[in-house]
């Protein structure tokens, strides 16, 4: 039972946690909180007491964090949007060898992720892990930038576009890598842990910030897609023009300037502790569960068989008391035999009188654990048949950087005789849809939905919007086909008399998508997560992407090794696309992601919500 709170508590603490105690009791935390300015949700400040809402969090340093994001952005893809050609040019690798190492480092970079959310749920906390990944990326880019300088590029006429290096030497190659494997590691471990951390800025169990933390993570995907903008725009010119020490220079200053803005807000940040590591606690339950199979949690037992903690926030084995209790659920019946006390009775002390009847006493985690730890696993294993279904998504959304690219290649792209359009840059026209569909979407869409009563308070729930960009992405495909049907028609050798603009129509319908699924992916995982897995959750976005590049990869292989006839290589996507098939191609990836809409239906309806007790 807790103490009772006198009037000289009230000048030094907040009540923590009101979402895990009775009714009553919430209100009088909830006065008592609102006397104090204290959030709810259970976030500290740097000296690891009750965040005041006043000096903390909010969208003054939520703020520095889209800044942050958009200029690290920027960093990233500025290195990436032209590594090919660097590749190429002077690295002297062929298009093939330079496109599979792009390949595996962008895929390397996202696979990262795991680590950063790991480090951050288990240990350092998503604070310190953003700072010492953002110092990795930080580093990996001036080292870039100047192995560029002093080895690579030193031998070059700078700016007249022409490949006068002399061919590099292996350590300088060797150093290369070395740089933007950094540049993926300090990327990829920092992602899930700024999306996490941003959203952690607003206290989820109060209204209106909870209505803020949905509305942020709009705002981060168009501050990342910001960034994308002015790399594929500007730096993507000044590469182009052979500048390459100039671009990567001043990708390394933006991630500078990033990294310093994000340290501005240090003494308003809101923070969550580290909640200790969860692979451990997963297998906690895993053992415990079959030590316990003869335990009895059908319907019929009695619900005061499955062990919880007494205290509001449970702790973990390593000592770390960061996790709302979670309420139990039906599903995976068989994971509740690891909270079952039913035969761990040996294990009770003694002097039985000094503990609670309902309470039985401490014993080894590998034989029981509490119905919130159960829990966490449940919420995995309900996550991942949601989140395998957004990797065909993520298949889709790889086109616009490959097969869209080539395409836009393939067309007219001269609007006059002296002005020409990159096939990259139609790019552009997607990213303005992603800006355009979010500001109506939260002024527009979502308060009409909310007036006639569809959905939640935020408009569509996550799982709606995802399903609406599946939706979006299949008609992005048709369109491709489409376009791709009337440039055949109008095809001349290796290309074809028809505008790169009708490429406009597939890219908004792709940037519309990407607003409903992306943004709904963010939301969902981390609201669905536990609170002891959040960067987890932000990790199984980039996964989704991550897993999309080796997918398309993969039906793209299989779609060449069918199509090709008569031993010839020909198939549906040539080297030369007027002897090919591209929009069968597009049709084939429409028709994969129907199958995938319906299969996301299906485990959207048997999805279960988390709920915490209290809330």
């Given at each position: 039972?807790?103490?009772?709170?006198?009037?000289?508590?009230?000048?030094?603490?907040?009540?923590?946690?009101?979402?895990?105690?009775?009714?009553?009791?919430?209100?009088?935390?909830?006065?008592?909180?609102?006397?104090?300015?204290?959030?709810?949700?259970?976030?500290?400040?740097?000296?690891?007491?009750?965040?005041?809402?006043?000096?903390?969090?909010?969208?003054?340093?939520?703020?520095?964090?889209?800044?942050?994001?958009?200029?690290?952005?920027?960093?990233?893809?500025?290195?990436?949007?032209?590594?090919?050609?660097?590749?190429?040019?002077?690295?002297?690798?062929?298009?093939?060898?330079?496109?599979?190492?792009?390949?595996?480092?962008?895929?390397?970079?996202?696979?990262?992720?795991?680590?950063?959310?790991?480090?951050?749920?288990?240990?350092?906390?998503?604070?310190?892990?953003?700072?010492?990944?953002?110092?990795?990326?930080?580093?990996?880019?001036?080292?870039?930038?100047?192995?560029?300088?002093?080895?690579?590029?030193?031998?070059?006429?700078?700016?007249?576009?022409?490949?006068?290096?002399?061919?590099?030497?292996?350590?300088?190659?060797?150093?290369?890598?070395?740089?933007?494997?950094?540049?993926?590691?300090?990327?990829?471990?920092?992602?899930?842990?700024?999306?996490?951390?941003?959203?952690?800025?607003?206290?989820?169990?109060?209204?209106?910030?909870?209505?803020?933390?949905?509305?942020?993570?709009?705002?981060?995907?168009?501050?990342?897609?910001?960034?994308?903008?002015?790399?594929?725009?500007?730096?993507?010119?000044?590469?182009?023009?052979?500048?390459?020490?100039?671009?990567?220079?001043?990708?390394?200053?933006?991630?500078?300037?990033?990294?310093?803005?994000?340290?501005?807000?240090?003494?308003?940040?809101?923070?969550?502790?580290?909640?200790?590591?969860?692979?451990?606690?997963?297998?906690?339950?895993?053992?415990?569960?079959?030590?316990?199979?003869?335990?009895?949690?059908?319907?019929?037992?009695?619900?005061?068989?499955?062990?919880?903690?007494?205290?509001?926030?449970?702790?973990?084995?390593?000592?770390?008391?960061?996790?709302?209790?979670?309420?139990?659920?039906?599903?995976?019946?068989?994971?509740?035999?690891?909270?079952?006390?039913?035969?761990?009775?040996?294990?009770?002390?003694?002097?039985?009188?000094?503990?609670?009847?309902?309470?039985?006493?401490?014993?080894?985690?590998?034989?029981?654990?509490?119905?919130?730890?159960?829990?966490?696993?449940?919420?995995?294993?309900?996550?991942?048949?949601?989140?395998?279904?957004?990797?065909?998504?993520?298949?889709?959304?790889?086109?616009?950087?490959?097969?869209?690219?080539?395409?836009?290649?393939?067309m007219k792209t001269d609007l006059t005789s002296s002005f020409n359009i990159p096939p990259a840059s139609v790019s552009i026209f997607e990213i303005l849809s992603v800006t355009g569909v979010v500001v109506s979407y939260r002024y527009c869409i979502a308060p009409l939905l909310l007036k006639h009563k569809i959905g939640s308070s935020n408009g569509l729930t996550e799982l709606q919007r995802m399903g609406v960009g599946l939706v979006?992405?299949?008609?992005?495909?048709?369109?491709?086909?489409?376009?791709?049907?009337?440039?055949?028609?109008?095809?001349?050798?290796?290309?074809s008399s028809l505008s790169i603009l009708w490429q406009i129509p597939p890219y908004v319908l792709m940037g519309a998508s990407e607003v409903f699924m992306y943004v709904g992916q963010m939301e969902f995982f981390n609201r669905q997560s536990p609170d002891g897995l959040k960067s987890f959750g932000g990790a199984l976005y980039v996964l989704s992407m991550a897993l999309g590049n080796y997918v398309s990869s993969l039906i793209v292989?299989?779609?060449?090794?069918?199509?090709?006839?008569?031993?010839?290589?020909?198939?549906?996507?040539?080297?030369?696309?007027?002897?090919?098939?591209?929009?069968?191609?597009?049709?084939?990836?429409?028709?994969?992601?129907?199958?995938?809409?319906?299969?996301?239906?299906?485990?959207?309806?048997?999805?279960?919500?988390?709920?915490?007790?209290?809330?």
């Open positions: 039972m807790e103490a009772p709170i006198t009037s000289s508590m009230k000048t030094k603490q907040c009540l923590p946690e009101s979402s895990c105690v009775d009714d009553d009791t919430r209100d009088i935390n909830e006065e008592t909180n609102q006397q104090l300015l204290c959030t709810f949700d259970g976030s500290v400040d740097r000296h690891g007491n009750p965040s005041i809402k006043a000096v903390s969090g909010g969208w003054g340093v939520a703020s520095l964090v889209l800044i942050n994001q958009a200029l690290s952005s920027l960093a990233f893809f500025g290195v990436g949007v032209n590594l090919v050609t660097f590749m190429t040019e002077i690295l002297r690798q062929d298009n093939v060898e330079a496109a599979n190492n792009v390949s595996k480092w962008i895929g390397t970079s996202n696979i990262f992720s795991l680590v950063g959310a790991f480090l951050s749920d288990s240990y350092w906390g998503r604070h310190k892990t953003c700072l010492i990944f953002q110092s990795i990326f930080v580093s990996g880019l001036l080292l870039l930038s100047l192995s560029s300088y002093l080895l690579l590029l030193s031998p070059c006429i700078p700016g007249d576009g022409t490949p006068h290096c002399a061919p590099p030497t292996k350590i300088e190659i060797g150093i290369f890598y070395f740089a933007i494997y950094q540049i993926g590691l300090g990327n990829g471990g920092y992602q899930p842990c700024i999306t996490t951390f941003g959203a952690d800025q607003f206290d989820e169990e109060e209204p209106k910030e909870s209505q803020s933390k949905m509305a942020f993570f709009s705002y981060f995907y168009v501050a990342n897609n910001i960034g994308t903008l002015f790399s594929n725009t500007v730096l993507v010119y000044v590469e182009d023009k052979g500048m390459w020490v100039l671009g990567f220079w001043l990708s390394s200053g933006a991630a500078f300037l990033a990294f310093v803005i994000f340290l501005a807000g240090f003494r308003w940040y809101r923070h969550f502790n580290p909640c200790g590591n969860p692979l451990s606690r997963i297998a906690h339950v895993v053992i415990a569960s079959l030590r316990n199979w003869n335990a009895d949690v059908s319907t019929t037992a009695d619900p005061n068989h499955l062990y919880e903690a007494a205290d509001k926030i449970t702790t973990s084995n390593e000592g770390y008391g960061c996790r709302r209790r979670i309420c139990h659920t039906p599903d995976f019946r068989f994971l509740d035999k690891a909270a079952a006390i039913v035969g761990v009775k040996e294990y009770r002390s003694n002097d039985e009188d000094d503990e609670e009847e309902d309470n039985p006493p401490t014993t080894s985690p590998w034989r029981l654990c509490t119905v919130t730890q159960v829990e966490e696993v449940k919420c995995i294993l309900r996550l991942l048949p949601i989140w395998l279904c957004t990797i065909m998504y993520s298949v889709v959304f790889t086109q616009m950087a490959s097969i869209f690219i080539e395409q836009g290649g393939s979006l992405s299949g008609l992005g495909m048709v369109s491709a086909g489409v376009v791709e049907s009337q440039r055949l028609k109008y095809a001349v050798k290796s290309t292989t299989l779609v060449m090794l069918i199509t090709e006839r008569g031993g010839e290589s020909v198939g549906w996507i040539p080297d030369n696309l007027n002897e090919g098939r591209l929009d069968y191609f597009f049709y084939l990836l429409a028709v994969l992601t129907a199958i995938d809409f319906i299969l996301f239906v299906l485990c959207a309806k048997w999805y279960r919500c988390i709920s915490f007790q209290g809330t």
